[in-house]
């Protein structure tokens, strides 16, 4: 099925590093979002984006709607220890209809912290 | 509890054999989703439902998957004859129905089809 192009697919840093993780599609998508999943546990959303350029803050996490409607990215500042698990984006894709719920899904990038 | 809730989180089963996950949505969310999430992977949807009735049922893998929902709340996604192919982590998700995004996930029933 359709997926998203999540970059990248792990990251190791140091703690108080910045991060950033971007997705892109070949489609225009409708909405942005990002999850963030730890083990044995079901993703828990972090950041909803719903209008072309926007740009929104959550804490040490930034996300933005790619202009173009077919990017975002995450950003993540100052990083600790538990900003470690799987960061997942997740788009509604366009055409919008009374039924169209689905999500599609980045494969996710897995943070490692050094502390 | 307040949360999304699934049952059972662990399941161990033979090929061949039929199993049930149950899904305990958030109380007044009218829209739950069923997803399946393979070892390393991301998120494969199965099916929506909004209310009791399926408008969505695109991603379901096979005609050996089916699932319902009653009284606007729980769910049950029922897998005939399971084969290896469907270890998966099956994760379902509830939201109010009011956007395609803000959904709020269960821990997960992780199946083992030996």
């Known amino acids: 099925g359709q997926q998203l192009n999540q970059s990248p697919q792990s990251m190791f840093i140091q703690e108080g590093e910045d991060v950033s993780m971007n997705c892109t599609s070949s489609?225009?998508?409708?909405?942005w979002l990002w999850y963030k999943q730890e083990p044995g546990e079901g993703p828990v959303l972090l950041i909803a984006?719903?209008?072309a350029g926007e740009l929104t803050s959550n804490g040490r996490l930034t996300a933005q709607f790619g202009i173009t409607r077919k990017d975002s990215f995450l950003n993540i500042s100052a990083s600790i220890p538990s900003d470690v698990g799987i960061y997942f984006c997740?788009?509604?894709?366009?055409?919008?209809?009374?039924?169209?719920?689905?999500?599609?899904w980045g494969l996710g990038t897995s943070l490692a912290v050094n502390p | 509890g307040a949360g999304v809730s699934q049952s059972p989180s662990n399941k161990v089963t033979e090929k061949g054999k039929d199993v049930e996950l149950r899904c305990d949505p958030i109380?007044?969310?009218?829209?739950l989703y069923w997803y399946r999430q393979r070892l390393g992977q991301g998120l494969e949807f199965l099916i929506y439902?909004?209310?009791?009735?399926?408008?969505?049922k695109s991603g379901l893998p096979s005609d050996r998957f089916s699932a319902e929902r009653t009284g606007e709340s729980v769910s049950t996604l029922t897998i005939q004859r399971t084969q290896q192919e469907d270890s998966a982590v099956y994760l379902c998700?509830?939201?109010?129905?009011?956007?395609?995004?803000?959904?709020?996930f269960g821990e997960g029933s992780r199946l083992t089809v030996l």
């Open positions: 998700a509830s939201s109010l129905g009011l956007g395609p995004g803000e959904l709020f």
């Open positions: 109380s007044g969310h009218t829209a």
């Open positions: 439902f909004q209310g009791n009735s399926a408008p969505d």
């Open positions: 489609s225009i998508f409708n909405t």
């Open positions: 984006l719903y209008k």
């Open positions: 997740a788009g509604q894709p366009l055409p919008l209809g009374g039924n169209n719920r689905k999500l599609i």
